[in-house]
């Protein structure tokens, strides 16, 4: 059973950075491939990033390449996203998920089984 929780979300003026986190309760973490995607008001949900079940293979949507990292402690049960550099176009509801099928650069939301609750960022001007 996989089960997850977002948290690190908050408001942050452009320029600054966040650090989001997600953690699995269950016990098959490192299982899955798992990714972060984002839907703004009035939007489409969106792809961020994703990373690979051992944490050596990553992808990144064309927006956020170069200032978001993804990584992730399977010791933890956790994925991270650290967002630098943020501006206002980033400002979404930020969901993690955990990915139902083998390959690895899936970038396509029906491709995450799982998904937490997301949680909100916010950048201002």
């Known amino acids: 059973q996989v089960q997850l929780v977002e948290s690190g979300g908050g408001s942050v003026q452009a320029g600054g950075s966040l650090r989001l986190s997600c953690e699995d309760s269950g016990r098959t973490f490192s299982s899955y491939g798992m990714a972060w995607f984002r839907q703004a008001p009035g939007k489409e949900r969106e792809f961020v990033a994703l990373i690979s079940r051992s944490g050596i293979s990553t992808d990144y949507g064309d927006s956020v390449k170069g200032r978001f990292t993804i990584s992730r402690e399977n010791v933890k049960h956790t994925v991270y996203l650290q967002m630098n550099s943020l501006k206002p176009e980033d400002t979404a509801v930020y969901y993690c998920?955990?990915?139902?099928?083998?390959?690895?650069?899936?970038?396509?939301?029906?491709?995450?089984?799982?998904w937490g609750q997301g949680t909100q960022v916010t950048v201002s001007s």
């Open positions: 998920a955990a990915k139902s099928i083998t390959y690895v650069y899936a970038r396509r939301e029906s491709d995450y089984a799982y």
